[in-house]
């Protein structure tokens, strides 16, 4: 047995789950509930009371596309730290490449030359 927490608006699984010690939560919006094993956060909901349901159809198929809208926005900020640290190297290659009197790389070469590197991984 442990302890669960749920969100009460939505009924769906906190991910925050302890076998020995209620997890810490904001009663106003989260209950916790004893449960046997772990929730399974896509495929259990807390059922108003003091246990767990199946989700239905619909809520699986949201709790995916929430999921999915998660993860895209994961990878495009994980794209922006990318293209951050491009840049920042580039402006560094070419300070270095002014401060010893050879040409610089400029940016659209530099752009071309990260696309084609990357294809190759």
Do not use: C
């Amino acid at each position: 047995m442990g302890q669960a927490i749920f969100e009460r608006s939505t009924n769906l699984f906190s991910g925050n789950h302890n076998l020995h010690k209620i997890p810490v939560h904001d009663t106003g919006t989260h209950i916790n509930i004893t449960v046997a094993g772990k929730p399974d956060a896509r495929a259990d909901r807390w059922d108003g009371a003091t246990g767990i349901r199946a989700a239905t159809a619909q809520e699986m198929a949201d709790y995916d596309a929430a999921a999915a809208d998660t993860e895209a926005t994961r990878e495009i900020d994980d794209m922006k730290a990318v293209k951050a640290l491009a840049t920042e190297t580039l402006i560094e290659i070419n300070r270095i490449a002014t401060a010893a009197g050879l040409s610089t790389v400029p940016g659209p070469v530099w752009r071309q030359r990260l696309i084609d590197r990357y294809k190759t991984l």
